[in-house]
């Protein structure tokens, strides 16, 4: 019901309202709209009758223009939670069907009913929307709450598939599809070898926001979860430079070596500028909780503004934006919670999840919306083609990377977790965005109609299946306790026992880095970085206290200490 | 130094960024900017070079433009930020000076910068910005967190301080400086009678970001305070109304008395009308959040959401938002925190706190840049008797309204309680933000001029004065501790007790009445709005929860069960 009511809501509302002013009905949709200029916030028709409307005054009268911008989103933001709720109001549907794959049926509905309502097409997501506003709450809930230890020690396998692996689906699909394209009888000739490249090097992305979504929801193992989610997140840098270069070469009359060397460099420019940008904003968000002992009220704020504006100058400078908030997220994290006090720790953590839930929906439900109209051109074997390529490279790279990497690991990865890996490999909205954003060329109607497929089909049909192979395979869970004291403890001796070993053969592994970089940090970042800064306890003994603040708050709010001696407020 | 960094920060990266794509140094306030047409959320020159610049992808690229609009808003709400940390930094400085005149210097240093780096007056806050997303979370958390107890025994003299009180400052002060043009001597006979009027009824409101900016650090009595705050909040209808006739009235031909009526009977639909829409939704929200069990995480949303759109439909039908976000806000709260999880509800208090202080901050700071500037038309007379006359009515007014008030009601308003009502009626934001919006014509730079000044002195010397002024007279100030579970159950009783009494004694009062209230409630609202409902406990056991489980949260984020027994987490 909740459900129903949410789909309807702000499309007949917005209806109403348009009709009242004679406006035509797409308002409400109107700066979804990417043949809108973009980023123009408010409908051209604004300027024409706001006059006209402000007239009669002494009726009752009504003004829509006025507050339409920020009425429309908050009745589409109401809308997706709306349906968030309607989903768990039966408990069945989500254990079942993932939410994503729910929220993109919304979409689809709600996009045939503005279809029918209309008679045209419903707009599509606009990019600058998505890269600038509903992508980065949830890249920075993943940086933020990224568990740092599994992510460290896996950083080379991740790096690799991300790396590795991304350019390898970009080339084998651009390459394959152009083969497809020779072949005379699917009449595609006209598609040049660049634009497939083109088209490879969006579609060989896997998407973090569909990963995260569905990941989040089977619980396998901690590993084999950071490798796929950080490959998908890491990919980012990849993906815009590989985008980029074919955009350029495509414009170029004629590409020289010089370029593709340029391509290359410009490769490490992104992914390293990203993360030194992160680590700067980090450091001075650190640096600045330090001063708002005074006013609490305002520390989450900085967590929000520094990461967001790393995220921002990184897309300034074409570099990438996700790389960014995400080593700002990760390296700011540790210093701004010990500046900062437990409610503002908990605002944070909260309206973290909120806003990225949030945004997770509407990217969803406007991916369903934006699938309905007519804006595809529909050819079976390229799309066909581009569905099988986009598998069939993914679970070989996977295989192949992994054989390397498992040369070089003591715990390898296992034959299922490769499985899972190449079938996790979901596309999403970013693809979607990147092709949106495509200049006008002959087949882009094409590129679309296949990049879609390609997102509905990896996101319901692998979306859905996931779970049901995970539970047949029966790979190894995430543990659902968390660790004990005496576990972490004998972690922590065993990190400092081989950071010994280590350093004593000689052999500069993961853990003598380690232990150089935590000298590093307790001798001067913390000194500079954290308020109340006294002689540096032993780790055990701040995990500890950490345990035990956090065991604290969790009784306090399971309510369960409502029966302790309550003396003191009785006075 | 972290406010002086705070301060140039935006301005000069602004600055920067400009520059170096040869774009006019004003971009980063170009949407602040009257002149730009409403709510085009991207300058124009982004559509002319915003292809030239993704043109040169190999080499190092820079594309401010894509990033322009988040970018400056995060930068503007960063200075906001960092110049409250700087006042904090040094102790002494907020004790003096209140925080709102300090924002106004650090605006007017900025308009001063700007102006002389750009040779041109710095553009004025726009008055669309100000009223659908600056005021808003302020009066949200205002309503929101408004104690219910006192504002509900003193609606009778809040609401004719409002009306009656705003109605006769109005007029007397259109009518008295309309005086004032008729003297040969000051040149002023152009201003007719009717732009006296509608002058007077922008400047008569007193407004509530000021208010309570101010009366927030200087802590009065809690009856004193509901008084102005109340004051200041419900005025707003009256404000809406009398404006919006004074409008019509100006661009009507004649005016017949039917316009007058009908202006009358607007105001009772600006008022009820807003309170129906703000019960309305706040009724939803409550409804809603019975739904949200199974999903934590989007709770807090609802909350923001509901009140938003009241607001906006308020304003849509141009009715009062203010007074329509306060209704939502406060009828919705009881259900809401019954429904919702601890975490959630603190994730709102905070979030609210934040945003409202930050939307203050920047409302203040965009008082001052405005101030900057040659949009203004000095004349002597008319600006100081406008300043004059705004305190000579007000304090006229309360003399004369609590004299009326005292006469029906035991607990009198003494005279010092009078005199700091009379004195806290500050000028704010909207009436600036309404002579922004006056229509163009001869004399509008004049009113400016006059509203700016009487702002400025109301916020600054009555501001800075009004400390002094309660401690020398010494009002009774608010009680700092919290009342004991005794006493709350005393006040219960005798609540109670009188109701008993009014209903034996056939006088209706609001005892009576609250009474009935409370039984309509638990009957039917409790049972239709909340999730878990059992039988309806007596109010004192209900507030003796409530203490306890306040009481066990306090515990554990003050971290003072660090050292209860921990064996749990040992496990």
């Known amino acids: 019901m909740a459900l129903r009511l949410g789909l309807l809501l702000p499309l007949l509302l917005g209806q109403l309202c348009s009709q009242l002013l004679g406006t035509s009905g797409d308002s409400i949709l109107h700066y979804w709209d990417l043949r809108a200029d973009n980023g123009s916030w408010r409908p051209k028709r604004t300027q024409d009758n706001g006059s006209e409307v402000s007239a009669h005054t002494l009726l ?59 008679d045209k097409s419903p707009p599509v997501m606009n990019s600058d929307i998505f890269f600038l506003y509903l992508l980065p709450p949830i890249v920075l809930d993943a940086g933020y709450f990224m568990p740092s230890r599994p992510f460290f020690e896996n950083i080379g396998t991740i790096l690799l598939y991300a790396v590795v692996g991304t350019i390898w689906n970009a080339f084998g699909i651009g390459l394959s599809l152009y083969g497809i394209c020779q072949v005379k009888y699917f009449n595609l000739q006209d598609v040049p070898l660049l634009h497939n490249l083109w088209f490879g090097s969006l579609i060989a992305a896997v998407d973090p ?128 919670e010990a500046n900062i006090s437990q409610k503002s720790h908990t605002t944070i953590k909260y309206f973290m999840k909120m806003w990225s839930s949030v945004s997770d929906t509407l990217i969803f439900i406007f991916l369903g919306v934006s699938t309905i ?39 390898t990865v296992t034959r299922k977790d490769q499985f899972i890996i190449a079938y996790g490999g979901l596309r999403g909205a970013i693809c979607f965005s990147l092709v949106f954003l495509l200049p006008e060329f002959s087949r882009k109607k094409l590129f679309i109609a296949a990049t879609t497929v390609v997102i ?5 049909v692998q979306g859905m299946t996931i779970r049901p192979l995970v539970d047949l395979l029966d790979v190894t869970r995430r543990r659902e306790t968390s660790p004990t004291v005496s576990e972490q403890i004998l972690i922590r001796f065993f990190d400092h026992l081989l950071a010994g070993i280590e350093d004593i053969s000689g052999h500069w592994g993961q853990y003598y880095w380690k232990d150089k970089l935590e000298y590093f940090n307790s001798m001067y970042l913390q000194k500079i970085l954290l308020r109340e800064y006294d002689q540096p306890k032993s780790s055990i003994v701040l995990l500890y206290e950490k345990l035990e603040r956090k065991h604290a708050i969790e009784l306090a709010e399971a309510g369960q200490l409502i029966h302790t001696p309550s003396s003191t407020s009785l006075l």
């Open 60 to 118: 009752f009268s009504l003004d829509y223009q006025h507050v339409q911008v920020p009425f429309e989103i908050t009745l589409w933001i109401m809308l997706a939670s709306l349906a968030k709720i309607g989903f768990h109001l039966y408990n069945k549907i989500p254990t079942v069907v993932p939410e994503s794959c729910l929220l993109i049926f919304v979409g689809l509905i709600m996009g045939g009913l503005i279809y029918s309502l209309n």
């Open 209 to 336: 926001v569909a990963v995260l979504s569905v990941f989040e929801e089977i619980h396998v193992n901690e590993k084999l979860h950071i490798l796929v989610f950080g490959e998908s997140l890491l990919n980012d840098a990849v993906t815009v430079v590989l985008y980029k270069l074919f955009k350029s070469f495509c414009e170029m009359p004629s590409i020289k070596p010089l370029d593709i060397l340029a391509g290359i460099g410009k490769f490490f420019l992104v992914g390293i500028g990203g993360i030194f940008i992160g680590l700067l904003f980090g450091m001075v968000a650190a640096f600045t909780t330090r001063f708002t002992k005074t006013i609490r009220v305002i520390e989450p704020l900085f967590v929000f503004l520094y990461s967001y504006l790393s995220y921002l100058t990184a897309e300034m400078f074409h570099l990438s934006g996700i790389v960014a908030i995400i080593a700002c997220a990760m390296s700011m994290k540790r210093y701004v």
């Open 456 to 460: 509905l089909f990896t996101v319901i």
């Open 373 to 411: 109209g007519n804006n595809h051109e529909w050819n079976w074997p390229y799309i066909c083609f581009t569905v099988i390529f986009c598998l069939f490279w993914r679970a070989l790279g996977v295989l192949v990377l992994t054989f390397f990497v498992n040369k070089c690991h003591v715990n």
